[in-house]
């Protein structure tokens, strides 16, 4: 291994060779991705899986018809893909706009790294006035997969489910069947739990396709900021059991410390399968849909691919799973949608459906940095934290790469999170309403200003917030709002399909947000002060944020001036196709997930979240995904 680094090298010293001296002629990150790429196709096959992954059907082997056609190929695709072709019987076409998962997204630190790839969308939010006003014409990113596996292949890997309270208000609205107790066994029957500590817990499982686990390296800082749970008054425990309040050291979707992705779990394993046809750079324009007698019928797909246009058939169900932003844009072009917004984009109505795009939900929170002291008698103080390019040495590859372990499998954010009650949730009641993410690095470091770039955070920001603590170990903690109550939409930009849609997030556009995400940000600055971090001395950022410093940095009108200032989104976009019985004219979906008013059509993802969960939104997906497997299936045998 260390031969074929020098080749990659040169003949530096090579065991105090870090990667931040490497990147003084290179463009961030670039360099170090490329060492790492070259490592791993060499040294770990393993992690290639060559003879599994899946491959794009040749455009002269595409059907005329499918029994099934399923478009995106996301975390709900993938597992709608592998579900309905168990049966050898039927027919199925799995369309993804992006290309199949690199083999450096396996690795758990280069998350914030791939989230500019060519795997993205490359999503922004309209320009606003009241959110993400620090970053480049004040419009946030939403980062979201156009790849295999989707954004199971972008996301931090947190295996959070949410509240059974959540799942309970979707069935109060209507929605029969969508109770906790009713989709829990659709959690289940996904996993396959590694984590010893819960394999006796009944609400966990073996043996499924979607392997759950701790990360498999934790920064030592991350230990302390666990411990000072006691002394707030919180438990350590999983937060996916009986109990979501608490304080937890993240099960993430990994296998061996490696990312698993949907496409990994679920794609992989029956790729072989001949019934199963998956085409990649699969761009979807439009559902087709025609009239029979008084019934409008979906009965199949256009799509451009290596610049040709393309119509398949589907014999049983077209299955929208395109994501939160995709999946209503896709409607409308369609021309399902809202009657006057499709008229005045001048395309063919098809359906009246006031819901399409509407109701868009998210998680935003905000990054606050600490500085701390490692303990004296820390054997590696420069991995206390995690300095993404700087703590990544060649003795660190090495590690992963001969030994499989070390800091490349840990995140810089995400292998510890709580949920905790604000003054405003009713802790009687198990709803936290307040989650904190914990980061093991920050932004507050030389490298970190440069990935704060490709974040479009306006430079001049950063340098006035991080200044003078460039050279100190740092971490964030994040606090995210859990149910926010404002509401934005999805709009076209014009009617072609390769052009991204107008986001209009409208975080804080509820006052009542603002004042929840607040709390948050002080009950971050009571764990502070706890003895597990007055040990490291944790003294909160000096620097005030540019645009707030009229404020008092201890009072809340400067706390939500900085959240307003740096909105941050945990890449939970939700509820543009709302589930809902027909007498909610903006539900688009019925419990059946059918698209209302259009037969052999349904949308399977989380856009169909009447209410977003309380919680990151990958795992619950899965399971919108398993459960309307076993719908599909139930209505094809009727």
Not at 49 to 61: I, K, Y
Not at 82 to 107: F, M, Q
Request: glycine content about 6%.
């Amino acid at each position: 291994m260390c031969l074929i680094v020098r080749r990659t090298l040169g003949s530096r010293d090579m065991a105090r060779l870090s990667v931040e001296d490497m990147l003084s002629s290179f463009q961030t990150g670039r360099f170090f991705i490329t060492v790492l790429w070259y490592l791993i196709v060499h040294l770990r096959p393993d992690i290639v899986d060559e003879q599994n992954r899946v491959q794009s059907v040749p455009a002269q082997d595409l059907l005329y018809e499918y029994d099934y056609v399923i478009i995106g190929g996301g975390s709900a695709g993938s597992v709608l893909a592998n579900r309905l072709s168990e049966n050898k019987s039927r027919t199925v076409l799995l369309l993804e706009a992006g290309p199949d998962e690199v083999v450096i997204s396996d690795v758990p630190l280069t998350y914030p790294l791939i989230q500019r790839s060519f795997m993205n969308w490359e999503y922004k939010t309209e320009p606003s006035s009241t959110h993400c006003l620090a970053m480049k014409n004040h419009q946030c990113r939403i980062p979201q997969g156009k790849v295999l596996g989707g954004s199971s292949v972008l996301n931090a890997m947190m295996y959070v489910r949410g509240n059974r309270r959540d799942y309970d208000s979707w069935a109060a609205l209507g929605n029969t069947g969508w109770d906790y107790q009713s989709v829990l066994p659709y959690f289940k029957v996904s996993e396959d739990i590694r984590s010893k500590d819960l394999f006796d817990s009944p609400y966990h499982q073996k043996g499924g396709y979607l392997t759950v686990e701790h990360f498999k390296y934790i920064p030592p800082i991350i230990n302390h900021l666990v411990n000072s749970s006691e002394e707030l008054g919180y438990k350590i425990h999983d937060s996916n059991g009986d109990n979501q309040t608490g304080f937890t050291y993240t099960y993430g979707t990994l296998r061996d410390g490696l990312r698993c992705s949907t496409a990994k779990a679920f794609l992989r394993p029956v790729s072989k399968r001949k019934n199963l046809h998956v085409s990649l750079d699969s761009l979807v324009e439009k559902i087709l849909v025609k009239k029979d007698g008084a019934t409008k019928v979906a009965h199949g797909v256009q799509f451009q691919r290596d610049a040709k246009r393309y119509v398949v058939h589907a014999k049983r169900e077209v299955i929208l799973s395109a994501g939160a932003i995709q999946s209503p844009k896709l409607l409308m072009l369609s021309g399902i949608g809202p009657r006057d917004y499709l008229e005045e984009m001048k395309i063919p109505v098809v359906h009246h459906a006031p819901g399409v795009g509407q109701n868009l939900q998210d998680h935003v929170g905000t990054g606050i940095t600490y500085t701390i002291d490692p303990p004296p008698d820390t054997p590696e103080p420069s991995e206390f934290t995690v300095r993404l390019f700087e703590s990544v040495t060649l003795g660190a590859l090495q590690e992963m790469i001969v030994n499989n372990s070390g800091l490349l499998y840990t995140t810089s954010i995400s292998s510890a999170h709580a949920f905790i009650n604000t003054k405003y949730a009713n802790k009687t009641s198990d709803y936290p309403d307040i989650q904190l993410v914990f980061s093991g690095s920050s932004h507050a470091y030389e490298s970190g200003i440069i990935l704060s770039r490709s974040e479009d955070i306006e430079l001049n920001v950063t340098t006035e917030l991080y200044k003078n603590i460039l050279n100190h170990h740092t971490f964030e903690i994040y606090p995210i709002l859990l149910r926010p109550r404002s509401r934005g939409h999805i709009e076209l930009k014009t009617t072609d399909p390769a052009e991204n849609p107008k986001i209009f997030i409208n975080y804080f556009n509820d006052p009542y947000d603002l004042q929840v995400l607040v709390e948050g940000m002080k009950f971050v600055e009571k764990m502070s002060r706890t003895h597990a971090l007055r040990k490291l001395n944790a003294q909160p950022n000096p620097n005030l944020m540019p645009g707030c410093s009229r404020y008092n940095g201890s009072s809340d009108e400067y706390r939500a001036c900085f959240a307003r200032y740096l909105s941050a989104t945990f890449y939970h976009p939700t509820g543009t196709c709302k589930m809902g019985p027909i007498s909610d004219n903006q539900a688009v979906v019925d419990a059946r997930l059918r698209v209302h008013g259009i037969a052999r059509l349904r949308v399977v993802d989380a856009s169909i979240m009447p209410h977003i969960v309380s919680g990151n939104t990958n795992a619950p997906v899965i399971m919108i995904a398993e459960k309307a497997a076993d719908m599909i299936k139930e209505d094809s045998a009727a």
